[in-house]
């Protein structure tokens, strides 16, 4: 313990002397873009922004997130999904979000890696942090440092001073944040100042015996510095933290956080599979989105249970919100196999459903990369 807090004064101290050498100033716009994503703007921002393209907005910038495909074959650009920009306004509203996710739902990219990449380089608090905890130690944490610095690297000028190593532990930018890597060790989380973020990425697959006290080390920093502490997790069961202390109907105290469950029909843009159906559908296809999307509408205009069921399974979210998945990151066929071998398991698996099985229905299903890709992504109403 002693050595791991002389490696933290040597990080503060390396972080005190960069500030004094180095002068803030003020972000270049027409260098780094303003923007996160600027088809999440309204029309009349949007219009003022693509005679700038690619410097309309950071994810242009930087270049789209790449499709891995199953063969690992180089994928397609992969625009953002409205469901992604759904959850990250639940975040922005709130110092307390909990997101239960499916896995291939592009949370850790857009979130953890992405977003964190454009708001810290954006933030004129001087000494501001974001914290990113993935484990019982940061090797996990570290790879994300390296994927935020190879989209960083696109845009230089946002550094402070550039990263010594591929793999960093921490981030400086020139308006005076910065990104951190961190063991889910509590002295860690508890002992620095002035935090924006906390990002807990998959804690309910952490090995560590009693995380309680990693919780509990963070969400003091909602109180003292206005922190949002955010928690993204794949279920594994009703254990861990994750379920005991926020998502549990019955904990107690109740929860404070935002609960959201991102589970399979909303990432993939499909509310009800048909099983009759799934098989055959495409999405290299260009009709292929089309031809789902008049068979649900159909169904919720004419079928009145179906109706009902949709509102009670969506509360928030009207069917055109849930169908607007043009191509999904996730391989609808992946899901058949398991429809075919345990349908019991494929329906609790649709819904990510807290249950504990010997996998998890999309534990293999490709994820986003990140190597600049081309705008793939038409305006829609």
């Known amino acids: 313990m002693l050595s791991y807090h002389k490696e933290l004064a040597s990080v503060a101290g390396i972080e005190a002397d960069a500030y004094s050498k180095f002068t ?110 993935a484990g019982i130690n940061e090797d996990m944490a570290i ?11 696109q845009i230089p000028q946002g550094y402070l001073f550039p990263p ?18 961190l063991p889910s060790n509590p002295n860690a989380v508890r002992s620095l100042e002035n935090v924006g973020d906390i990002d807990y990425d998959e804690a309910a697959q952490w090995s560590r015996q009693d995380d309680i006290p990693v919780l509990m080390a963070g969400e003091p920093h909602a109180m003292k510095s206005g922190a949002h502490i955010n928690h993204y997790s794949t279920p594994a069961g009703k254990k861990k933290y994750f379920y005991d202390k926020i998502f549990n109907p019955e904990a107690d105290p109740p929860t404070k956080y935002i609960k959201h469950t991102l589970n399979w029909r909303e990432v993939v843009g499909i509310p009800e599979p048909d099983a009759s159906l799934i098989g055959d559908w495409d999405f290299n296809k260009p009709e292929t989105r089309g031809d789902i999307d008049k068979i649900y509408l159909k169904r919720y205009d004419e079928d009145r249970e179906y109706k009902a069921w949709f ?21 609808v066929k992946e899901i058949t196999r398991l429809y075919n ?18 996998h998890r229905a999309l534990a293999d299903l490709p994820t986003g990369d990140f190597t600049t890709g081309e705008d793939m992504t038409p305006w829609s109403e």
Not at 98 to 125: D, F, L, P
Request: include cysteine.
């Open 24 to 133: 803030m100033g003020e972000l270049d716009k027409d260098i780094v873009p303003d923007y996160f994503y600027c088809y999440w703007e309204p029309k009349d921002i949007f219009e003022k922004l693509q005679p700038k393209h690619p410097n309309c907005c950071f994810n242009h910038k930087v270049g789209l997130p790449l499709l891995k495909t199953a063969d690992e074959s180089p994928g397609q650009p992969s625009e953002l999904f409205g469901y992604q920009h759904r959850w990250i306004d639940m975040y922005n509203s709130s110092n307390y979000y909990a997101q239960n996710k499916c896995r291939g739902s592009g949370t850790t990219e857009i979130k953890v890696v992405r977003y964190n990449a454009w708001k810290y380089m954006h933030t004129k608090n001087p000494k501001r942090k974001c914290i990113i905890i």
């Open 164 to 181: 010594k190593t591929d793999f960093p532990r921490e981030i400086f930018f020139k308006q005076g944040g910065s990104i951190w890597a």
């Open 143 to 153: 790879k994300f440092m390296n994927r935020i610095k190879m989209l960083c690297d």
């Open 341 to 358: 071998s345990d349908r019991a398991i494929y329906e609790q698996e649709l819904n990510n459903d807290f249950i504990l099985t010997a």
């Open 311 to 331: 509102h009670e399974f969506f509360p928030t979210l009207n069917i055109k919100q849930v169908l607007d998945v043009p191509k999904p990151i996730i391989d």
